[in-house]
Structures are given as C-alpha cells and as structure tokens.
C-alpha cells in the first residue's frame, strides 16, 4: 500500500524567497502523484500531477515539482514565495483504486 | 454550477440535533468521498462511494450516516454529535478506478461546529 511523508508540518518563508516544500512516498508500483493547496476554509485546490513522461511537472501560480524515482520524492518549488501562496500544501499518492494524502504543510510568507 | 458544490458552508448545531451535509458534483464522475478535517491533525477519510455502493468506511461513529442517491449527489446526515465532531467536512468526487482517475476534485467544506 501506498503512504506519503511530508517532512515539516510549517515552513515559513520570506516574500521572494525559494519555496520548498518536501514529500516523500512509498509505492509498489509507478506511481500518481499530486500536490493540492488549500486555503483557509475553503476545500483543496488541484496545483500539480505527475502521470508519466516528463519528470519535472510545472503546476499553477508558479509551483513545479519534480519526480524523483530514485529518492522517492516529489518535492514542491517555487522560485520566488508571493504572500498570496500562504497556504496549507497536500502532497498525494494514488495507486489501485485509493488516494493517500499526506499530513500537510502550512506556508506562511512574511513580508 | 460547476464541480463539487456543497451545503451549508456553515452550520452550528446542538448535540441533540439532526442536520445533513449536502453534496452535489457537475463533473460526471462516478465516486464521492467524504473527509473529516479537523485542525492539526490529517484528512480523515470517512466513507466512499463507487457507482452508489459504499466501498470504504473507516470505523465511522455510527452517528454519522451517509447517503448516496445517485452517482451525482452525497448526503451526511449527522445526529447526537459530539463536540469532538466540530470540523470542516469535505466531500469530493473523483472518475472512479485505478491510478489517474483517482485524482480527487474537492468541494469548499462545511465548517460544522457542535455546541
């Protein structure tokens, strides 16, 4: 069965700083992997989803993230952090017929 | 209305009350969740629907019940809650089957809180 980590329950940034968020997954077979964002009351957001072919999968409002088969991760970046982007990020598995989500990271942006 | 709607947005009720969370999806799709998210701590996935057959239910408190009239619609109806139970609902629906079509759209919630 499938599981994702997601290493840093908060991470804080400044505005213009690199954004990073970390997700590492288990799975017996490739892998579908996503990220979602969620902002304050409100349901969670599709960003990104790697399928197959390319590695590096580029998401809305500026996100990418790349596929790693080797270090079983699928990272979330962004160049330059903007205050909008304070959030909470979700990095999910499917495989068979479920979906695993991760416990989450809180973005915050400071000025 | 477009994908995954849901109603109320916001609903506060007693422990004696009988409410029900209302879940409607425009996608077309053939499975609907519902989650459990209560603060600091991960989604919960409470019960999941394929071709209106309850497939999954994850040691669900009885006072939670869930209804499923068709591929489009998806009730909780909740009564004799408990105050634990205060959280943000979420339903989502997805294509159903294996791998990519599990890819989930979510509605905006219903912020429940139990007095």
């Known amino acids: 069965a499938q599981s994702v980590t997601q290493l840093g329950s908060h991470v804080s940034v400044s505005e213009g700083a690199l954004v990073l968020l970390r997700c590492n997954y288990s799975?017996?077979?490739?892998?579908?992997l996503f990220w979602y964002v969620q902002y304050p009351n409100q349901g969670l957001q599709l960003l990104l989803k790697?399928?197959?072919?390319?590695?590096l999968v580029k998401g809305i409002n500026g996100f990418e993230a790349e596929f790693k088969k080797s270090e079983t991760s699928f990272h979330l970046t962004k160049p330059s952090a903007h205050m909008s982007d304070a959030a909470e990020y979700f990095c999910?598995?499917?495989?068979?017929?479920?979906?695993?989500f991760g416990a989450g990271t809180r973005l915050t942006v400071k000025p | 209305e477009t994908g995954v709607t849901q109603t109320p947005r916001h609903l506060v009720m007693g422990m004696t009350n009988k409410k029900s969370l209302k879940c409607e999806q425009h996608l077309g799709h053939n499975a609907m969740y519902w989650y459990k998210q209560s603060a600091k701590k991960p989604l919960e996935l409470m019960f999941v629907?394929?071709?209106?057959?309850?497939?999954e239910n994850n040691s669900v408190p009885s006072r939670f019940s869930p209804e499923c009239p068709n591929s489009s619609h998806l009730f909780l109806h909740l009564h004799t809650l408990q105050p634990e139970d205060s959280a943000l609902y979420l339903c989502a629906s997805s294509q159903g089957g294996q791998g990519l079509y599990n890819e989930q759209f979510f509605g905006p919630g219903t912020r429940l809180t139990v007095l």
């Open positions: 799975s017996s077979v490739p892998p579908y």
């Open positions: 790697y399928t197959t072919g390319a590695t």
């Open positions: 999910a598995v499917s495989e068979d017929n479920d979906m695993r």
């Open positions: 629907y394929n071709f209106k057959e309850q497939t």
